[in-house]
């Protein structure tokens, strides 16, 4: 496996946080010759040309892929497939394509039937990001000590697979190769359910009477400011990823209605030593995630 992946051509579809985070990490540690960046967005494209951590930009992906030998997918889910599409004349023999999406099996099905022979698919998950977006956003740091998760299809070359885990190891990741459909449905509860809930309980705050949300912004605890960070995520992205991944997202949010109906009767019956136990357990929970160093 190489230990320090090196390509000549980066093409970044879309710069938002995570692909402008990949691109100060390719600029950080010389990983690439050239890096393209491409978005629909002229303000986008100039950005991040001041920033200098591109060296060309485009809003035409064939162009932006040609001659790359690494192309990275940063667009939200339900614009891959149109994405991929549209960048496929410019594909070349041997080109590696990746994405940074939070669900795989949509985007391995919309993006798979535009890649020509010779092009190699690695489906990809940073599990990283904040609440900001943008390619001002991005910093090189964003990945250290975080999981990604590649899903490689039965075709993909092993050697493909071993360079994208080699740039990621490289950004500090931790790598864990998984199956398509067991990534959706293990996102499903820890990532795209939280952003669920967050939504709601902020928006249930709007629905409150103006005097009431005031005080509730006003004397926000922890807890809701937490809420409300989450529920600041690009709105565009989590659209895409609840209705790319509806099945594994109705499935868990179904669970967990179960669960809050429990949970209501345990308050109204009085039932402490019930809520004292599932506290118990979740405070658990909580400890593992720190001691796994992933809060």
């Known amino acids: 496996m190489t230990d320090t992946p090196h390509f000549k051509r980066v093409a970044l579809i879309g710069i938002g946080l995570i692909n402008s985070s990949i691109a100060r990490v390719m600029r950080r540690d010389g990983l690439a010759d050239s890096i393209v960046a491409c978005a629909r967005q002229k303000e986008t494209r100039d950005t991040a040309l001041s920033l200098g951590i591109v060296d060309a930009v485009t809003d ?31 594909l070349e023999k041997g080109a590696i394509v990746t994405d940074v999406g939070s669900v795989k099996r949509a985007v391995v099905n919309d993006v798979l039937p535009h890649l020509k022979e010779g092009v190699h698919f690695v489906p990809g998950h940073p599990i990283a990001g904040t609440e900001h977006s943008g390619p001002a956003a991005g910093f090189a740091e964003l990945f250290r000590g975080r999981w990604c998760i590649l899903t490689p299809l039965a075709a993909t070359p092993p050697e493909a697979t071993e360079k994208v885990m080699a740039f990621w190891r490289k950004a500090g990741s931790m790598v864990e190769v998984m199956d398509v ?17 967050a939504y709601t309980i902020v928006g249930t705050v709007d629905d409150l009477s103006t005097a009431t949300k005031s005080e509730v912004i006003r004397y926000s605890a922890s807890g ?50 019930k809520l004292e136990a599932l506290f118990n357990r979740t405070r658990a929970i909580r400890r593992s995630i720190i001691e796994a160093k992933q809060a």
């Open 224 to 273: 809701f400011r937490d809420f409300t960070r989450i529920a600041a995520s690009d709105p565009v992205m989590w659209r895409d990823v609840f209705l790319n991944n509806r099945e594994a997202v109705l499935e868990m949010l179904g669970r967990f209605s179960e669960d809050l109906t429990a949970l209501q009767r345990a308050i109204r019956w009085g039932e402490g030593d």
């Open 181 to 197: 459909e067991h990534h959706d449905r293990v996102l499903a509860i820890t990532s795209h359910l939280p952003h669920l809930i």
């Open 60 to 90: 035409d992906p064939a162009e932006a892929v040609t001659g790359a030998d690494l192309i990275v997918l940063g667009v939200p889910v339900g614009a891959c497939g149109a994405v991929a599409e549209a960048m496929a004349p410019g």
